[in-house]
């Protein structure tokens, strides 16, 4: 059996997110302005989210590397 995989678009933000996992955990850049990559505390990538989706039409794939990697240490300012 598959894993499952949670795909949510806000067509009034066009914002399109994908989760592979549905576990605490928050946002940070990519190498593309357009798209964010949602990780744990531990680095583990648990999905991403593309901004602005319908610029996206008529255009070449979207391609993006997504890093796992350790998360950068948090402070008290990024948990607000």
């Known amino acids: 059996m598959g894993e ?5 678009y806000d067509e009034e933000g066009d914002y399109l997110e994908v989760l592979f996992a549905h576990k605490k955990g928050y946002f940070r850049e990519t190498d ?11 680095g583990n ?5 593309i901004l602005k989706v319908s610029a ?9 590397t997504l890093k796992q ?9 990024d948990a607000q």
Do not use: C, N, Y
């Open 4 to 8: 499952e995989v949670r795909v949510w």
């Open 32 to 42: 593309h302005d357009a798209v964010m990559e949602k990780v744990d505390e531990a």
């Open 45 to 49: 990538i648990l999905g991403f989210s």
């Open 56 to 64: 996206l039409k008529g255009s070449p794939p979207l391609t993006v």
């Open 69 to 77: 990697q350790p998360a950068e240490p948090r402070t008290e300012a």
